[in-house]
């Protein structure tokens, strides 16, 4: 049966590409409908489908082989598992007992998310190729995780830094309506073409917002222009395009 909460093209588009989220929010902005994802196949799995469970794996697995039986290799993985545990905050919380036990199921939870998610992303690799993405924040100490390095060593995936401020993330504050915000972020991937187009470096010509309150909430969320970047990025991998990388963002974020 095709995975729950597949989303695609509709009318007779013919779709010749497949993205899959793996713990994306319900309405991701990946996984719907533009001009940069014409063609291509969404499906999103959600907290609903559980990816931590068997069910939840075979689902995402099932998924996987259906996308390349029916277009073998041009398929994009999106992981994006949730940063709560990885938090920088976390070194000054964790001096609280009720904050240090919060913590600590995030991070509980993580780690069985990474398991399930890096064998269904070393799945798709072994069955067809994909383009695999990590993304999580800059700061975020999960890419310092063992497990994390060795997967990324592995399958040589490089990292690259971008912030949002380049990209059209803005404050929605009312204090501070439309400043762009500095958020930082960063995807590590195994072949260049993501890392080509989201890799700008704040240029220092504006000022920024702090990132907090209901702008950091907001800030978790991608731009139309980041997300158009993805899609663009992932066409080309499809299409076999030769890309080149442009200089990498070294700025600490």
Same mark, same amino acid.
Not at 100 to 129: D, P, V, Y
């Given at each position: 049966p095709p995975a729950l909460g597949a989303v695609s093209d509709g009318g007779d588009a013919v779709l010749e590409r497949t993205c899959i989220e793996l713990c994306c929010s319900p309405d991701s902005k990946i996984g719907s409908m533009s001009s940069a994802s014409e063609r291509c196949k969404r499906i999103r799995f959600t907290v609903r489908h559980d990816l931590t469970s068997p069910e939840g794996v075979a689902l995402a697995i099932n998924a996987v082989d259906v996308a390349q039986r029916t277009h073998r290799g041009r398929l994009l993985l999106w992981l994006a598992i949730p940063c709560t545990g990885g938090c920088p905050w @976390?070194? !000054?919380?964790?001096?609280?007992? =009720?904050?240090?036990?919060?913590?600590?199921?995030?991070?509980?939870?993580?780690?069985?998310?990474?398991?399930?998610? =890096?064998? !269904?992303?070393? @799945?798709?690799?072994? &069955?067809?190729?994909? %383009? !695999?993405? !990590?993304?999580?924040?800059?700061?975020?100490?999960?890419?310092?995780?063992?497990? $994390?390095?060795?997967?990324?060593?592995? @399958?040589?995936?490089?990292?690259?830094?971008?912030?949002?401020?380049?990209?059209?993330?803005?404050?929605?504050? $009312?204090?501070?309506?439309?400043?762009?915000?500095?958020?930082?972020?960063?995807?590590?991937?195994? &072949?260049?073409?993501?890392?080509? %187009?989201l890799n700008k470096c704040c240029d220092k010509s504006h000022e920024h917002a702090i990132v907090r309150g209901n702008d950091a909430k907001r800030s978790e969320n991608y731009t139309d222009e980041i997300v158009q970047k993805i899609h663009v990025a992932f066409k080309e991998y499809s299409l076999g395009k030769r890309v080149s990388v442009g200089a990498p963002c070294l700025e600490p974020g």
């Open positions: @976390h070194r !000054i919380n964790s001096l609280y007992p =009720s904050a240090r036990l919060k913590i600590e199921k995030s991070q509980a939870l993580f780690a069985k998310l990474w398991e399930n998610c =890096s064998r !269904i992303a070393e @799945h798709a690799m072994k &069955t067809g190729g994909a %383009l !695999i993405a !990590i993304e999580w924040p800059q700061q975020c100490s999960y890419w310092s995780d063992p497990l $994390v390095l060795s997967f990324i060593e592995r @399958h040589g995936l490089k990292k690259a830094n971008f912030h949002g401020c380049m990209y059209g993330v803005k404050s929605e504050n $009312v204090h501070t309506l439309g400043v762009p915000m500095k958020k930082s972020w960063s995807i590590a991937s195994n &072949t260049p073409h993501l890392n080509s %187009l």
